[in-house]
């Protein structure tokens, strides 16, 4: 896993999403291993997000956090 290369190019974010069709949310277990802080948006029907889902849940999650 590039570790130098994906802090360097978050380095200033102040929010890490992974959108992620899992229903464990691999990646940002990973990132989060690494000791990249990541919040995991899961969908795991088998059908991608939609661009509507991403926008609601990403707004949830502003608020509840």
């Known amino acids: 896993f590039p570790e130098k290369q994906m802090k360097?190019?978050?380095?200033?974010?102040?929010?890490v999403i992974v959108a992620e069709?899992?229903?464990k949310g691999q990646f940002a277990s990973l990132l989060r291993g690494f000791g990249i802080g990541s919040e995991s948006l899961v969908k795991y029907t088998g059908r991608p997000f939609t661009?509507?889902?991403?926008?609601?849940k990403i707004k949830t999650n502003k608020k509840n956090g």
Do not use: F, Q, V
């Open 51 to 56: 661009a509507e889902e991403l926008i609601k």
């Open 21 to 23: 069709l899992n229903s």
């Open 8 to 15: 360097a190019a978050l380095k200033g974010t102040r929010r």
